[in-house]
């Protein structure tokens, strides 16, 4: 069996290959948490609301990372300036790069939303020996690849959805259709003829198309 130490991938570089952080330990655990946001709707005459699904929420990874390097008698702020490289904002991008966790089979994309270092041994002139960096992760899919990854239903079938607060006819028109520009057919098969002014909560036919 090939021992594997975790990295974490710089994706947001142009260089070939991409900068890459390597870890002098591997975790010992970490942690993925997953979730979804739904919008309670009250109905009058119901004993509870109706929950409606708003939108998914992005999964967060959460790990520690070790550093020591006390066997080569080396200290480890330059792994810690690699890391923190994450979280600070880049000249170029004009905020901090997307990163990728890879570990074997396990891979996980997306940015660091924050990062905390637990310093454990010093050297006589006080360069940090040991660490522990907590690290949190929140998955980043660009809206491309998360349209081919959700496979929805055709638009060529009828659907029915609730308005929700600060949605518009052409958010529902790209959740079903793909085009927010396809918001005329909703409007039409609704009666709607003020489609800026549409209130939350109202339920709404899309049409095939």
């Not at 890879?102 to 010093?122: A, N, P, Q």
Request: aromatic share 8%.
């Amino acid at each position: 069996m090939t021992f594997e130490h975790a990295k974490l991938v710089d994706v947001s570089s142009a260089k070939i290959p991409p900068p890459s952080v390597q870890v002098l330990f591997n975790p010992t655990d970490y942690g993925i948490s997953h979730g979804a946001n739904y919008a309670a709707m009250t109905v009058p005459g119901l004993e509870s609301p109706i929950q409606q699904f708003v939108r998914g929420e992005a999964s967060v990874l959460s790990l520690e990372l070790f550093l020591d390097q006390t066997n080569l008698g080396l200290d480890v702020q330059e792994a810690l300036d690699q890391l923190h490289a994450f979280v600070t904002i880049d000249p170029v991008l004009h905020h901090p790069p997307v990163c990728k966790f890879v570990w074997g089979k396990t891979e996980f994309t997306g940015i660091v939303t924050s990062m905390r270092d637990r310093y454990g041994l010093f050297s006589p002139d006080g360069r940090i020996l040991r660490a522990r960096v907590a690290i949190t992760m929140k998955e980043y899919k660009s809206a491309e690849v998360q349209r081919r990854e959700l496979k929805r239903s055709s638009p060529d079938r009828t659907h029915r959805r609730i308005l929700q607060a600060g949605q518009t006819l052409s958010d529902l028109a790209a959740e079903v259709y793909g085009d927010p520009g396809l918001w005329r057919p909703i409007a039409e098969a609704n009666d709607i003829d003020q489609p800026r002014f549409v209130p939350p909560g109202t339920p709404l036919v899309i049409p095939a198309l």
